[in-house]
C-alpha cells in the first residue's frame, strides 16, 4: 500500500476529509506550555533531594554516654552512626592511624565500647592540645 492509495473505509467519492491531528483533550494542559504560550515563565518546582535531606537532617550532639545498656561491641556502621561520622571518614582516620583500636571475630570487624571511649578521650585530648596552641600563639 502506498500513500497516494485510499485507505480501506475512506470515502471513494472524491470528499477530502481532514483529519484532527491535535492531541486528545482528556489529559490536562501542562502549566509550563500555557505560560509559556501566554508568554510568562514558571519558576522551577523545588525538588528535595536525599542528599539536601540528608545534610538537613544532621545535628551537632554530645558523645554517647557508656553507661546505657546496649552491646559490648560496635560493628564499624554502628559506631559511625553512633559517634556522628560517615564511614568514608572512619577508613580515613584508619589509614592514618587515629581510628580506634578492632577487633576481628571471624570475618567481623568490631569495636569494643572500651576502645570507643578510648578513641573518644583520645580525640578529646587532641582537640584540647590543638585548641592550646592555637591560643598560645
Not at 5 to 32: H, Y
Not at 61 to 67: I, K
Not at 96 to 125: C, D, N, Y
Request: hydrophobic share 35%.
Amino acid at each position: 500500500m502506498f500513500f497516494c492509495d485510499a485507505l480501506e473505509g475512506d470515502d471513494q467519492d472524491g470528499d477530502d476529509a481532514t483529519l484532527d491531528l491535535s492531541p486528545p483533550r482528556d489529559r490536562v494542559d501542562d502549566p509550563a506550555v500555557v505560560a509559556a504560550e501566554a508568554g510568562r515563565t514558571l519558576r522551577p518546582r523545588r525538588v528535595s533531594s536525599r542528599r539536601a535531606r540528608r545534610r538537613r537532617a544532621h545535628r551537632a550532639r554530645a558523645p554517647p554516654d557508656d553507661v546505657d545498656e546496649g552491646p559490648d561491641a560496635f560493628s564499624v556502621a554502628e559506631f559511625c552512626q553512633r559517634h556522628g561520622i560517615s564511614q568514608s571518614f572512619y577508613f580515613v582516620l584508619q589509614a592514618e592511624g587515629r581510628g580506634p583500636r578492632i577487633m576481628r571475630v571471624g570475618r567481623r570487624t568490631l569495636i569494643s565500647r572500651e576502645a570507643a571511649a578510648a578513641w573518644r578521650r583520645q580525640q578529646e585530648k587532641a582537640s584540647r592540645t590543638l585548641k592550646g596552641t592555637l591560643s598560645g600563639a
